[in-house]
C-alpha cells in the first residue's frame, strides 16, 4: 500500500524558513522521481519542485533560488528546504511520484506564511 506522509508545517513569519519531509513508503523509492506540489485556497494543485532519480532538480519560476529539494533514498525520503518565505507561498503540501504523480495523495502538511 503506498502512503506518503509529509511533516514540517506550520505558521512562519514572511521571509522565515521551513523545512518539510515526507516518508514514503510502498513504492520503490529510488527508482522513481519525486515532486512537492501545493494547493492554495481556491487553486488547483501546483508542482512546486522536482526531483529526478539521478539527483536533477527543478523548480517552478515562483521557488526557483528560495525553495531547495532534495532527497535520502537509505530513508525513503524527500524533503523541501523553504527559505524566504512570503505570504503567496502558504497552501497545504503535499509530495508524490513524478512525473507521474499516484492517485493516492498524502494528507499533506499546511504551510501558513503571515505577519
Known amino acids: 500500500q503506498v502512503q506518503f506522509v509529509e511533516s514540517g508545517g506550520g505558521l512562519v513569519q514572511p521571509g522565515g524558513s521551513l523545512r518539510l519531509s515526507c516518508a514514503a513508503s510502498?513504492?520503490?523509492?529510488?527508482?522513481?522521481?519525486m515532486g512537492w506540489y501545493r494547493q492554495a485556497p481556491g487553486k488547483q494543485r501546483e508542482l512546486v519542485a522536482s526531483?529526478?532519480?539521478?539527483?536533477?532538480?527543478n523548480y517552478v519560476d515562483s521557488v526557483k533560488g528560495r525553495f531547495t529539494i532534495s532527497r535520502d533514498n537509505a530513508k525513503n525520503t524527500v524533503y523541501l528546504q523553504m527559505n524566504s518565505l512570503a505570504p503567496e507561498d502558504t497552501a497545504v503540501y503535499y509530495c508524490?511520484?513524478?512525473?507521474?504523480?499516484?492517485?493516492?495523495w498524502g494528507q499533506g502538511t499546511q504551510v501558513t506564511v503571515s505577519s
Open positions: 508524490n511520484r513524478y512525473p507521474l504523480p499516484l492517485m493516492y
Open positions: 510502498g513504492i520503490i523509492f529510488r527508482v522513481n522521481g
Open positions: 526531483m529526478t532519480t539521478g539527483g536533477s532538480a
